[in-house]
C-alpha cells in the first residue's frame, strides 16, 4: 500500500491523504488530472472495479465533493479518492469508457446534484424523478419538507408530542 | 382543454403517438392521428347497483371471492407472500393473485407511492373494472408515514384514489392484513365499497391532485 | 323418443354434469391444498367465482372477434356433452348419440382451442400471439397419441359409435379395454394429462403464465363463460374416456365416482411434476404416447 501511494505522489497532484473509516486510505487530487489518475490505477496497479461514485455537496464552502472508491480485487483492498469541483455550471469528465457501469452513477449524479458529465450515454434522461422541474433534489439549499407541504397534502394535526409542551399547556393554559 | 394544456401535455407524448403521416404499400398518405384512433376517449360512468335481496345476494359473492392483482407497489408487498404459506393461509378466505388488473377486483397498495409508481398505478387501476376495491397497508398511505417530509412520495393516498379499508402498521403483519380483509368483507356486504363510482362521480378533482404531483402527464383522459 | 322428452333429459343431463365439475373441481382444489399442508378453499368455492364473474358490472370489448373465443369454448364443450352416451342401456340419457360420433366428439375437443386463438388474438395484448401458437402447438402434439388411440379401438371394435364401444365391455372387468388393449390405453391416459390443463401441461392456463397466454383481456362474463366450459369440458372428457376405456357407467353413481378418479389421475401426476416448457413437452409427447399408440395399431394389425 505504501509504495502505491509513494507512486502515485510523485506522479500526480494529489494532497490530503489519511485514513478513512475501516482502514481504507483516501486521497485528494486535482479535477483534471483525475481521469488519467484512474486510467493508471486501473492499468498498472490492479484496481479494476469501481465499487462507488457518489458526491456530496459542500454548501458552505460553495463546491461538490465527488467520491470514487476502487477496489483491487487480488490484494483486497480499496482505495478513496475525492476531486473538488465548483458547484455553478458543474461539470466533470467521465469515466463511463474506463467501467460502464459509471453511466448509471453518473445518470443518478446528474439528477440528483445537478453535476453534468458530458459524454456519459443517456446522461439526461430521467432516472427516478420524471418531469422534474425544481432545483435538483440532493443539494443542501433544497427544502424538502417546505416542497413536500406544498406539493403533496399534509394530513393537519401532524403536531409535536413534546411532553415538556404539553404539561405547560396543561398546567398554565393562559401563557 | 385550453392550448397551453394541450401543448404541455404534448411535450412529454412518445413520438409513435403524436399525429403523423404514414405513407402506404402504394405510395398513398394516410393521417394518423393515435390518441383519437387507438384510444377511447369515452369517460365512464357511473354504474348503479340493484336494490334490496339481490345486491345483498351480488355482495355476498363479491366479498367471498376477491381477487387481487399482483403488484407490489412498495415495501409492504413483502408481507404478501407469507399470506398465502401454509401457516396463513389467505386461499380458505377466498382471496387470489390474479396477473392481470382486467380479472381482479382489488388493489393493495402496500407501503409508500413515489410519482413514478402513482402513475403506474392509476393505469392500472383504471384498467380494473366495476366494481373495485383498495385497500391502503402501512402508515405511508395514511399520513405519510415515515417519508412524510420526502420530495417523491405522496402523503394522502385518498385525494388520488378512493381507498376503502386503511391497515396501520409499518408493515402489518400477515394476521393485520386477514383482518383487514374481514374489515373489507363486512364493508362490501353492507354495501358501502362503491369506491369505483365515486372516482367517476368526483373524476375531476382526483385527475387535479393526480396531474400537481404528476408532471409527465402522457396518458389519455382515461385509462381503459 | 319424442323430441321434447330428450330436449329435456339433454338439459337436465347438462345441468347435472355442470354441477358436478364444478364441485368436482372445488374437491380438487381442497385435496390439492391438503397435500401442500394448508387448510384449503372451500367445496363450494367455483360457484362463487362464477356468481362474482357473470355479476360484474362494467365490461370491455375488443370487437366482434373479441366474443369469439368463449363462444366456441363453450360451444366445443357442449358439442361433446351433447354427442355423448352417459349412462349406459338408458335411452333418456344417451343424448344425441349416433354411429360414427367418435369422430365428431374428436373434432369437438380441438374445435374450441381454435376458436380461443381467434378470441385471444383480438384481445389487443401485444404478446398474445405468443401465448396462443404455444397453446396450438401444444394441442396439436396432444391430439396426436389420442388420435392413434382411437383408430386402434376402431380397428379393434370394428366400429366408430361410442355405445356399441361400451356395449362391446360389458360382461365383468377383464373385459374392460384397460386389460384388452393395454397399450391404447396407456398412449391415450398419457394425451389425457395434456388435454386437463394440469401441470406439466400447463403452460398456456396457468396464473403465473397469465400475462402472454389466451386469457389475459378476459375478464366479466367472459371469463364467467370460460369457466362454466371448463368445468363441463373437464366431466364430459373424463367421460369419454370412461366409455371407451373402463367400461361405460351403469348409472349416476359409478359414472361419478370413474369419472373422479379418471380426472385425478392427471391431478395425481399434476400435484408432483413441474411445468414443461412448450419446447420440452412436444418433443416427449411426440415420442413416448406416440410410440405407445403406433404399436398398439401394429399389434392389432398383426393379430
Redesign the interface.
Known sequence: MKDIIDHLKKRFPVYEIGEGPNGVIFMSVEAAKLVPMLTSLKANHGYGILVILSAVDWLEEYKFQLTYIVNNPEEKSDLGIRVFIKREDATMDSVHRLWEHAATFQREIKEMFGINFPGSPRVDEPF??????NLP?MRRD?D??Q???D?????PG?ETNDPAEYMKQKLYPDE | MSDKQQNQEDKFLAPENRKHTVIGPEGEEIHVDPLNDYFCQDLPKVEAPYKGVLEKFLNWARSESLWVLAYGTGCGSIELPPLFSPRFDAYRFGVMMRPTPRQSGVLIISGYLAVKTLKRVIRSYEQMQNPKYVIALGSCTINGGMYWDSYNTINRLDHYLPVDVYIAGCMPRPEAILSGFNKLKERIKSGNAEGANEYVENLEWYRTNQKKVIKDWNMPPYNW | MNIFLKIVFVLLGLFIVLNWGLIMTGIIRKIMARAGMRRGIKVYQPYINLIKNYSIRSQLTHGVMFYLGPVFRLSGGVGIFLFMPLIFGSDYWSNFSFTGDLILISYFMFFGMLGMALGAGEGGHPYSGIGISRGLAQFTAIEVPFSLAVIALAIQYHTLSISEIVAAQQGGIMHWTLFTNPLATIAAMLSFLGAMGHSPFNVVMAPQENPIGPPTEYHGTFLGVLQTNRAILHVVEAVLYMNLFFGGAGNWGVLILKSFLIYFWAVFVGMVFPRFRVDQSIPWLLKIPLVFGILAIVLLMIK
Open positions: 427516478l424523478l420524471e418531469g422534474w422541474d433534489p433544497f424538502t419538507k416542497y413536500s407541504e406539493t403533496y397534502f399534509p394530513r401532524r
